[in-house]
């Protein structure tokens, strides 16, 4: 059981980092929940591979910094329809 949840979480962390993927995208992508990647990429992740985690950071570090952004455009074009 081990194995496959530590497989999983080095995958999660390869298609976040080559898509620049947020954490709700590589849920829906691999069909699990959101609470499952991120409890993959940040708790497993670093003791199974410290360089693809730190990758991983970066890109969701990204993520968190512009999701303001990202909510303020899907408000606005949600009420110019």
Do not use: C, W
């Not at 570090?61 to 949600?78: I, L, P, S, W, Y």
């Amino acid at each position: 059981m081990k194995e496959i949840t530590d497989q999983r979480a080095i995958e999660l962390g390869e298609y976040i980092v080559s898509q620049k993927a947020t954490v709700r995208a590589a849920a829906k992508k691999f069909g699990i929940s959101k609470s499952t990647v991120h409890m993959d990429v940040a708790k497993r992740l670093p003791k199974v591979s410290p360089s693809l985690y730190k990758d991983v950071r970066e890109v969701l570090d990204v993520n968190k910094a512009e999701r303001h952004m990202r909510g303020g455009m899907a408000t606005k074009e949600k009420y110019s329809k």
